[in-house]
């Protein structure tokens, strides 16, 4: 069964700490990994997405690595802030698995000030 | 639009009625994807479109549950004879096509089934 993990499911750190959030999948046969963020009772927006035959992505104080051979993601994050704060969803879709994400259940992250 | 629009924001409704949930994708994007999330956990798939068509509908969890696209844009989710267990989030996303594009999520519909 193809699933994605994301251990711990919470994390707290004081500010300008960086931190690495970990994602594990099941099967290395993927499209694309896709990392998240989640606002309380909001809805997901597009931090980062790193295609099969890349292996790693940047954007600002992110940055995101693959390693497809041992099913691992991490999202790096740098110098963290307390409006970093929010839940970090890892997705992935699987090659053959008609387009669709797999998400993991996510890492609520909480940076204080 | 510029975004993923997703109606209502909220809708509470009473258990055994009817619901609809609409997504509005972003123009020219060609696949549309409805999930659901509840407390605490990530969000599951339920469907996908491709343009006018239902690409995979797998992940609906039984024939209550049914969604169209009918012009290949906005998408309706319909659930008949709602059950308190349908209380979640409702998750719509698009993406320009099925090639290795990211998807762009809407803020959601969250449905309490009383």
């Known amino acids: 069964k193809q699933e994605v993990t994301q251990i711990p499911a919470a994390l707290s750190v004081p500010e300008g700490e960086n931190l690495v959030l970990n994602c594990s999948f099941t099967?290395?046969?993927?499209?694309?990994l896709q990392w998240f963020r989640q606002d309380p009772g909001k809805g997901l927006t597009s931090l980062l997405l790193?295609?099969?035959?890349?292996r790693e992505q940047t954007s600002g104080r992110l940055n995101a690595s693959l390693d497809k051979s041992s099913g691992r993601s991490t999202l790096y994050i740098a110098a963290s802030q307390p409006g970093d704060s929010a839940t970090y969803l890892c997705?992935?879709?699987?090659?053959?698995?008609?387009?669709?994400?797999?998400f993991g259940k996510g890492i609520t992250l909480s940076v204080r000030p | 639009g510029a975004g993923v629009s997703q109606t209502p924001s909220n809708k509470v409704t009473e258990k055994g009625k009817y619901v609809e949930l609409r997504c509005d994708p972003i123009?020219?994007?060609?696949?549309l994807y409805w999930y659901r999330q509840s407390l605490g956990q990530g969000p599951e798939f339920l469907i996908y479109?491709?343009?006018?068509?239902?690409?995979?509908d797998s992940g609906l969890p039984n024939d209550r549950f049914f969604a169209v696209r009918p012009e290949g844009s906005v998408s309706t989710l319909k659930i008949q004879r709602t059950e308190r267990g349908d209380s979640a989030v409702y998750l719509c996303?698009?993406?320009?096509?099925?090639?290795?594009?990211?998807?762009?999520f809407g803020s959601g519909t969250r449905l309490t089934v009383v």
């Open positions: 996303a698009s993406s320009p096509g099925t090639g290795g594009y990211g998807y762009t």
């Open positions: 099967d290395s046969a993927i499209y694309n």
């Open positions: 790193i295609q099969s035959s890349q």
């Open positions: 997705a992935v879709r699987f090659t053959g698995a008609n387009s669709k994400l797999t």
């Open positions: 123009s020219g994007h060609t696949a």
């Open positions: 479109f491709q343009g006018t068509g239902a690409a995979d």
